[in-house]
C-alpha cells in the first residue's frame, strides 16, 4: 500500500525539509500508465496521489516529490530513453544547437560544449567520458514513440503545449547552474540517480527563464535524491539545480514542461482585441479619432487615462454579456503545434479516410475528439482541423461535437445536400466514422 511519508516542515530545522513525498511501492500488480484517456494517463502518472489533490494543493503552489519501489515501473521508465539510446539517434542526423546541447556547470556559470555541425557519437562520448559533460537531448518525442504517446495525451489533458528534454549526466557532474523555468515542469528519473536542490523562488509563477546566483538564493528549501521510477514536479519559478552524485552510474531523466505563456494575463492580451475590435463595430465611440499629438507625448495625462478606463469598463459589460471570446494566437499556436494522435505503424489513419463513406441516413461521430477544436477567427469563419466552414454551418458542428453519434439527416442545416456535404469534408479529413 502507498505509505505517505511526514509533512515538508517549517524552515526551521537544521538542514532543508523534504518536499512533500508519497512512497509507493509495488503491491503484487504490475504498475503501468493508463492511456484509456488523458485524464486516465495524466491519474496513473502521479499516482497515487489524487488529481483532486494535486490541483489543490500542488499545482503553481509547491513541488511534490513521488518516490516508488516498483522494478517494474522502473523499467518502463528506463524505456523511455538511455544513454544507448545516443549512438543510434546520432546516425539519423542530429545537429548541436537542434537536437542536442553539450554542457557543464563551472563555477556556478553554464559552460555550453558544443561542436558545429552535426553530432557524432564518438566525439559526443568523449565530451561525456572526459569533460563530464551532460547530453541535452531537445523534444526527444520526434523519435521516441512512448514519449510521443505520453505528451499527446498530456496536451489532451492539459490544453496546452507539453514538450521535453532529456538530461544524461555523468558521476560527479552537474550540466546547468541553479536557474528557473517559464513552465509547470515533472522529472521522471530514467536511470541512475539524481540528487536534487529546490530553493523558494524569487518570481513566483515566473514568466521567463532565469540563471540565479547561488550565494542569493540561500540553502535549500527540499534536498532529495531521485531513482528510476521517481516521479517531481515544480512550479515555474521554482530555483532549482541537480547533479549526479560521484561513485555512481551516470544519470538520465526527462523533464516534460507545459503552461508555458499560458497564464491569465496571456489570454487576456490574446483575446482582448478581439472583444475590442467586435466592440468598435458597434460603438461610434471607441471609433473616435485619438487627441492630436497624443503618441508624441512623454506621459499620459489625467484626461487620457479617464477616457482609457471608461472604455475598459465598457469592455467589461461586453463582455459579461459574451460567450464567445475570439483567441487571436493562443488557440491557434496551440493547434499547429500540438502533437498528432498516437498511432502505430505508417499513420495511415490520420491521413487516409478508412471505413463506409458518409451518406445522408448514416450516423456519424468524431474520431480523435480530444483533437478537434472549433475556432472562430476575425473572419468570422468556423475552421476545424484546417477546414473552413460558413457561419451557417456552427449549429450543425456543435451537434456533431456534442453527440456520441449522430444521423446526418438530423443535423441542422436547410438542405440534404449540405449535411451530405459537410461530413464527406470531415470524413475526408479523418475526423468523422460512420458508425
Not at 109 to 115: E, F, H, S
Not at 338 to 361: F, K
Not at 398 to 404: D, E, G, R, Y
Amino acid at each position: 500500500m502507498p505509505k505517505k511519508a511526514k509533512p515538508a516542515g517549517t524552515g526551521k530545522e537544521e538542514g532543508p525539509a523534504p518536499c512533500k513525498q508519497l512512497k509507493m511501492e509495488a503491491a503484487g500488480g504490475l504498475l503501468t500508465l493508463n492511456f484509456s484517456s488523458p485524464s486516465g494517463l495524466f491519474e496513473s502518472l502521479i499516482a497515487p496521489i489524487k488529481t483532486e489533490t494535486f490541483f489543490k494543493k500542488f499545482w503553481e503552489q509547491k513541488p511534490l516529490l513521488i518516490q516508488r519501489d516498483d522494478p517494474a515501473l522502473a523499467t518502463y521508465y528506463q524505456s523511455l530513453f538511455k544513454l544507448s539510446d545516443l549512438k543510434s539517434l546520432c546516425s539519423r542526423g542530429m545537429y548541436y544547437g537542434r537536437d542536442v546541447n553539450v554542457c557543464r556547470c563551472v563555477n556556478g556559470k553554464k559552460k555550453v560544449l558544443n561542436k558545429d555541425g552535426k553530432v557524432h557519437f564518438l566525439q559526443l562520448r568523449k565530451d561525456f567520458d572526459q569533460k563530464r559533460a551532460t547530453i541535452q537531448f531537445h523534444q526527444p518525442q520526434r523519435f521516441k514513440d512512448e514519449l510521443w504517446r505520453i505528451q499527446e495525451k498530456l496536451e489532451c489533458y492539459f490544453g496546452s503545449l507539453v514538450g521535453s528534454n532529456v538530461y544524461i549526466t555523468p558521476a560527479g557532474s552537474q550540466g546547468l547552474p541553479p536557474h528557473h523555468d517559464d513552465v509547470e515542469v515533472f522529472i521522471l528519473q530514467l536511470e541512475g540517480e539524481k540528487h536534487w536542490r529546490l530553493y523558494h523562488p524569487t518570481v513566483p509563477l515566473a514568466r521567463e527563464y532565469s540563471v540565479e546566483a547561488e550565494d542569493r538564493i540561500g540553502r535549500p528549501a527540499h534536498e532529495f535524491t531521485l531513482k528510476p521510477g521517481d516521479l517531481l514536479y515544480f512550479p515555474r519559478g521554482t530555483i532549482h539545480q541537480a547533479d549526479t552524485p560521484p561513485g555512481l552510474a551516470h544519470s538520465t531523466h526527462v523533464t516534460i514542461s507545459t503552461y508555458q505563456n499560458n497564464s491569465w494575463g496571456d489570454f487576456l492580451l490574446d483575446t482582448i482585441s478581439g472583444l475590442v475590435f467586435d466592440t468598435a463595430k458597434d460603438d461610434m465611440e471607441f471609433r473616435a479619432g485619438i487627441p492630436r499629438h497624443l503618441l508624441l507625448q512623454v506621459e499620459t495625462t489625467a484626461v487620457v487615462t479617464r477616457r482609457l478606463s471608461g472604455f475598459l469598463r465598457k469592455l467589461a459589460d461586453r463582455l459579461e454579456g459574451t460567450n464567445v471570446l475570439l483567441s487571436a494566437d493562443m488557440k491557434k499556436d496551440f493547434v499547429m503545434n500540438r502533437l498528432p494522435p498516437y498511432c502505430v505503424g505508417d499513420g495511415a489513419e490520420l491521413s487516409t479516410p478508412g471505413g463506409q463513406m458518409p451518406r445522408l441516413h448514416s450516423v456519424v461521430r468524431l474520431q480523435f475528439k480530444d483533437h478537434v477544436v472549433l475556432m472562430v477567427g476575425p473572419d468570422q469563419r468556423r475552421s476545424c482541423h484546417g477546414l473552413r466552414f460558413p457561419l451557417s454551418h456552427v449549429d450543425a458542428l456543435k451537434q456533431i461535437w456534442n453527440s456520441s453519434a449522430i444521423s446526418v439527416k438530423d443535423l441542422k442545416l436547410p438542405t440534404d445536400e449540405e449535411k451530405e456535404s459537410l461530413v464527406l469534408s470531415l470524413w475526408t479529413e479523418c475526423l468523422i466514422q460512420v458508425v
